[in-house]
């Protein structure tokens, strides 16, 4: 037994082989640069690449979920509006490891859409995604201990539809109008029950006949609790796959739980790992590797959505699901 375990670690990188006490203080270093950047921020708004720019201003607290979760300036997604305020609470994340990503990945991070900004979500897709078959993957329930985490924002019945209109009011000023090209039509087109989660097909039909309409596959997940690792790996493994078959490449994913940092994060931390990395895509990994692939994968999470893999036990997560997958993969 102890023979097999021993070649078993000789046989996997050496990054799954850390204990959670060296773990706890990669993240803890991980929290401390991220605090440095946010200082930064407030010390030099108009200077420093880490400030929150819109997010912060005073008309927006409407648009978010909670108020310490923002938006770097320079990742934030902006609504392409015709007249009014651009923002909403998504950022912009592409990940690409030097010497180990065998192409990037490109998701857009969000939170939970409100009774409020959920029009705003449905046109940010459409706008962001040049091609048909897009991918929303939703990894947290509507309501968690009594409370709401997200809206419910998306037709879940066989042909329902709702509309976001080209006018919308987040409040009562005039900071608060989005004025869009056209009104969105979203329609239930299909809704398939699988173990561990739920797919809709949502049609998005514009209301202007010169742009065409795209289709949506929204994922909804919910087996996984806020601040919390998944109790289960393969569901989650399923699910990412499933994700990449339906979606096209050119188009970005779209992630989000609640505050779309913690579950969110964990979420495209392991997927970029487990479908676009060398060590987990080709027959061999990269021997004499001395860096920290899933380390690398979160500090540039970090730098583009505030507290992305939120907690100690979604990062150590991370390398337990890696070391699973990777045995799986190797067949041992």
């Known amino acids: 037994m102890g023979m097999h375990k021993a070649s078993d670690r000789m ?10 006490r060296d773990l706890l203080l990669k993240f803890r270093y991980i929290r401390q640069q991220e605090d440095a950047r946010i200082r930064d921020g407030a010390l030099h708004p108009r200077d420093s690449e880490w400030t ?15 108020s310490n979760i923002k938006t770097f300036e320079k ?17 912009n994340i592409k990940l690409h490891i030097e010497g180990q990503s065998k192409a990037p990945s490109h998701f857009i991070a969000c939170q939970g859409p409100l009774s409020n900004t959920w029009p705003q979500f449905w046109q940010m897709v459409y706008q962001q995604c040049p091609n048909e ?13 009594g409370r709401e985490k997200c809206y419910q924002y998306w037709p879940r019945s ?14 009562r000023n005039l900071e608060d109008l989005s004025q869009f090209a056209f009104d969105l039509e979203m329609e239930n087109v299909l809704t398939q029950n699988f173990q561990h989660y739920t797919l809709s097909k949502v049609l998005l039909k514009p209301s202007d006949p ?48 609640s505050a779309g940092v913690g579950r969110s994060g964990t979420y495209m931390a392991l997927d970029h790992l487990i479908t676009k990395t060398i060590d987990f895509k080709d027959d061999e990994f990269i021997h004499g590797y001395d860096k920290d692939l899933i380390e690398q994968i979160v500090r540039q999470l970090r ?5 992305t893999v939120e907690s100690p036990q979604q990062f150590f997560f991370i390398y337990h699901a890696a070391k699973i997958i990777f045995r799986y993969n190797n067949g041992f």
Request: proline share 7%; with cysteine; net charge negative.
């Open 210 to 257: 010169s742009y065409p309409p795209k289709t949506v596959n929204h994922f909804y997940y919910d087996k996984w609790s806020d601040m919390e690792r998944p109790d289960e790996i393969g569901p989650l493994h399923h699910l990412m796959k499933h994700v990449h078959t339906a979606s096209d490449p050119m188009n970005p994913i779209f992630v989000h739980c």
């Open 303 to 307: 730098t583009q959505r505030l507290k």
């Open 158 to 171: 066989l042909h329902e539809t709702i509309v976001s209109p080209a006018t919308q009011m987040t409040g």
């Open 11 to 20: 046989s996997r990188p050496k990054y799954l082989d850390q204990d959670d």
């Open 52 to 66: 929150f720019g819109v997010s912060d201003a005073r008309h927006n607290i409407t648009r978010n979920r909670y």
């Open 75 to 91: 990742t934030r997604i902006k609504l392409q509006v015709v007249d009014g305020n651009d923002y909403i609470n998504a950022s």
């Open 133 to 145: 078959d897009i991918s929303v993957v939703m990894v947290t329930p509507l309501v968690e201990d």
